[in-house]
């Protein structure tokens, strides 16, 4: 198709400096200019367009570049098929101080203990943390949003949340910035790093990742603030 696009045989259009304008994503271009002057595929590590660059080059039809591309993504398969998963988890109980509404111009001040969770995950699967992201969401404000928008990079994610406190106003959780976790489509509330870990572990196992029985010990996995998981 490039080649045809300055054969003669196909209409052009050009500026008044000679130049033709080609109505394609230019962000993705680059990649193929590039291979045409070095006969390389040179992706970025991070690169996350690859659906986008295979449509282009299977538009512009040139065949060492199909090839080239056709290998690039059969390395990254086989290297997404490898993946690590590790998560660090930590809990703490904090107090929690918010006004309660008891009639029409009246208000008391009251107090209740928090557990407020966190939990730090990598993968070198960016892929999985993509699924992970479409099961957990946090609630907010009344709305439910993706964890997705919460990744750090491609390959870490760090979650704070807390469980639900027993009288504490819904606007109070709006008001102090209070994020819960839940996970879909079940539509579950995440109170306890048990439920947690459980809900993860479906996720993963259902991708293909099995526990790293070495760390930690399998029989005291669910007690762990480190876990890890690996998939070969």
């Not at 299977?58 to 060492?64: E, G, R, V």
């Not at 001040?109 to 999985?128: D, G, K, Q, R, Y």
């Not at 946090?138 to 390959?155: M, R």
């Not at 606007?171 to 809900?199: A, C, G, H, M």
Request: hydrophobic residues 40%; glycine residues 4%; charged residues 25%.
């Amino acid at each position: 198709m490039l080649g045809a696009m300055f054969s003669g045989k196909m209409p052009t259009k050009k500026d008044s400096q000679g130049n033709c304008f080609i109505d394609r994503d230019g962000k993705i271009f680059r990649y193929i200019l590039n291979f045409l002057r070095t006969s390389h595929l040179d992706l970025p590590e991070d690169f996350q367009e690859m659906g986008l660059l295979r449509r282009e080059v299977d538009f512009y039809q040139i065949q060492p570049l199909i090839e080239a591309l056709q290998e690039k993504e059969v390395e990254l398969s086989k290297a997404e098929k490898n993946a690590m998963l590790n998560i660090s988890l930590d809990q703490k109980t904090q107090t929690v101080h918010f006004t309660v509404r008891e009639a029409p111009q009246i208000y008391s001040l009251s107090s209740s203990n928090m557990e407020v969770f966190s939990a730090n995950i990598f993968s070198t699967s960016c892929l999985f943390l993509k699924l992970l992201g479409s099961k957990l969401y946090y609630c907010f404000n009344g709305n439910l949003s993706s964890i997705s928008s919460y990744l750090q990079d491609p390959n870490h994610l760090t979650l704070d949340w807390v469980a639900s406190v027993e009288g504490l106003p819904e606007e109070e959780y709006t008001r102090q910035n209070l994020k819960r976790l839940w996970v879909v489509p079940d539509n579950k509330q995440i109170n306890s790093f048990q439920v947690f870990v459980e809900e993860v572990l479906k996720i993963a196992l259902s991708d293909g990742f099995c526990i790293d029985s070495s760390h930690p010990h399998t029989s005291d996995f669910m007690n762990n603030k480190i876990i890890r998981l690996i998939r070969y």
